[in-house]
């Protein structure tokens, strides 16, 4: 332990500062076209992945994926942020991230989904240079291994039942069942009641509806679905909708898309919609802040799903090590959101596995990146 340690805290002693960050846009194109509500459909969709460099010669990594039309950001706008962050970025310290986070959140309100690429770089150097990974340094790591759910694109019924079919084969037992798309809820039931028949009783299904649906037409979904066992994640687009939506029909809820805040936790918790939330680094601004919001739905008794909008490598393993660090009965799952996409930017990334995935143990993030696949940088900032 003493090689480890040693050489890791004399990197610390002498003082280390960001003395470059490169930005990279890269299309990541998903396996199968993904359908949701309101037209919303991920294909090719851009990530954008940052490099912090530093005078110890460390390197962070940090990635964002914005979905179009999904959430208030845009990866076009993560470069823009990052330049007129760069006073506070050059030259600071990344080791101990919270006084650095603060400095920028001072220097420019908002823009989360761009902080939280900044924060994932911040998190990896600090964990390299204590020559730990990441969920160590949030606590330790709570399991070996983290559950994953299985998330199907809205088409039709009985391919969403074949799709469902074919991840039980692989150890899924949670399926994520997008719902929406074709606009009328009679065949949302149906996809429902297709997905439960492929994966039969037990297995965790949840209809989710990305804030397309009318409360008449949630209800009327969630009551011809009422026999089936299934959750309801996120049908409407505001969290009174959804209380209205939950009340009628007396289903399990899961929160999504309007829980990115402390104040939005706490009145879905208060609204009785929040059985279930979807802790989104992007939504959040990185770990940092969606380590608070972890900390705060432990106290309010939500069970969480730990991970991002969309994204690759990076932003999954980050995911994974705050998964990691959280007590094991309050993770409903994760999400190898890598696993749904190309190209790989980390070969020794983690994959799924009987129905879960290991998160890294090496030092910060603990993967490795192939800047070959990422070419040129379309920033430099130094």
């Given at each position: 332990?003493?090689?480890i340690i040693a050489p890791a805290l004399m990197t610390v002693g002498v003082g280390q500062h960001i003395t470059r960050l490169?930005?990279?846009?890269?299309?990541?194109?998903?396996?199968?076209?993904?359908h949701m509500a309101d037209g919303k459909t991920c294909d090719t969709v851009e990530t954008v992945v940052i490099a912090i460099?530093?005078?110890?010669?460390?390197?962070?990594?940090?990635?964002?994926?914005?979905?179009?039309?999904?959430?208030?950001?845009?990866?076009?706008?993560?470069?823009?942020?990052?330049?007129?962050?760069?006073?506070?970025?050059?030259?600071?310290?990344?080791?101990?991230?919270?006084?650095?986070?603060?400095?920028?959140?001072?220097?420019?309100?908002?823009?989360?989904?761009?902080?939280?690429?900044?924060?994932?770089?911040?998190?990896?150097?600090?964990?390299?240079?204590?020559?730990?990974?990441?969920?160590?340094?949030?606590?330790?790591?709570?399991?070996?291994?983290?559950?994953?759910?299985?998330?199907?694109?809205?088409?039709?019924?009985?391919?969403?039942?074949?799709?469902?079919?074919?991840?039980?084969?692989?150890?899924?037992?949670?399926?994520?069942?997008?719902?929406?798309?074709?606009?009328?809820?009679?065949?949302?039931?149906?996809?429902?009641?297709?997905?439960?028949?492929?994966?039969?009783?037990?297995?965790?299904?949840?209809?989710?509806?990305?804030?397309?649906?009318?409360?008449?037409?949630?209800?009327?979904?969630?009551?011809?679905?009422?026999?089936?066992?299934?959750?309801?994640?996120?049908?409407?687009?505001?969290?009174?909708?959804?209380?209205?939506?939950?009340?009628?029909?007396?289903?399990?809820?899961?929160?999504?898309?309007?829980?990115?805040?402390?104040?939005?936790?706490?009145?879905?918790?208060?609204?009785?919609?929040?059985?279930?939330?979807?802790?989104?680094?992007?939504?959040?601004?990185?770990?940092?802040?969606?380590?608070?919001?972890?900390?705060?739905?432990?106290?309010?008794?939500?069970?969480?799903?730990?991970?991002?909008?969309?994204?690759?490598?990076?932003?999954?393993?980050?995911?994974?090590?705050?998964?990691?660090?959280?007590?094991?009965?309050?993770?409903?799952?994760?999400?190898?959101?890598?696993?749904?996409?190309?190209?790989?930017?980390?070969?020794?990334?983690?994959?799924?596995?009987?129905g879960r995935i290991t998160p890294p143990d090496g030092p910060g993030l603990g993967i490795a990146i192939d800047q070959d696949?990422?070419?040129?940088?379309?920033?430099?900032?130094?």
């Amino acid at each position: 332990m003493s090689r480890i340690i040693a050489p890791a805290l004399m990197t610390v002693g002498v003082g280390q500062h960001i003395t470059r960050l490169r930005l990279w846009h890269l299309p990541l194109t998903s396996h199968t076209a993904y359908h949701m509500a309101d037209g919303k459909t991920c294909d090719t969709v851009e990530t954008v992945v940052i490099a912090i460099d530093t005078d110890a010669g460390l390197t962070g990594w940090g990635e964002v994926c914005p979905i179009p039309h999904y959430l208030p950001a845009y990866a076009r706008g993560v470069a823009p942020a990052l330049q007129e962050l760069a006073p506070v970025i050059l030259g600071g310290d990344p080791v101990g991230v919270g006084a650095l986070m603060a400095k920028a959140d001072a220097f420019l309100h908002g823009h989360v989904y761009a902080k939280s690429a900044l924060d994932i770089a911040l998190w990896d150097i600090t964990g390299q240079a204590a020559g730990l990974p990441i969920h160590a340094l949030m606590g330790g790591r709570r399991q070996d291994t983290l559950p994953l759910y299985h998330s199907i694109t809205c088409v039709e019924p009985d391919e969403m039942a074949r799709i469902a079919g074919e991840a039980k084969a692989t150890g899924i037992t949670q399926f994520q069942a997008k719902l929406g798309a074709s606009g009328d809820w009679q065949t949302d039931v149906e996809r429902l009641a297709k997905v439960r028949e492929a994966v039969g009783r037990g297995p965790l299904v949840y209809g989710d509806g990305n804030c397309g649906a009318t409360t008449l037409d949630a209800i009327r979904v969630g009551r011809g679905a009422a026999q089936l066992d299934v959750m309801l994640e996120q049908p409407c687009a505001t969290l009174e909708d959804c209380a209205r939506v939950q009340s009628a029909t007396g289903l399990p809820m899961k929160l999504d898309e309007l829980a990115h805040d402390t104040a939005t936790l706490l009145e879905g918790h208060r609204l009785g919609i929040m059985d279930a939330v979807a802790l989104k680094l992007s939504k959040f601004g990185g770990l940092s802040a969606t380590r608070r919001a972890r900390d705060l739905c432990l106290h309010l008794g939500a069970k969480m799903c730990i991970e991002c909008t969309w994204g690759g490598d990076i932003v999954t393993a980050a995911a994974l090590h705050l998964g990691a660090a959280t007590p094991p009965n309050r993770v409903l799952n994760v999400c190898d959101l890598s696993g749904y996409v190309s190209p790989r930017l980390a070969p020794d990334a983690p994959t799924r596995a009987d129905g879960r995935i290991t998160p890294p143990d090496g030092p910060g993030l603990g993967i490795a990146i192939d800047q070959d696949c990422l070419g040129t940088p379309d920033l430099i900032l130094d």
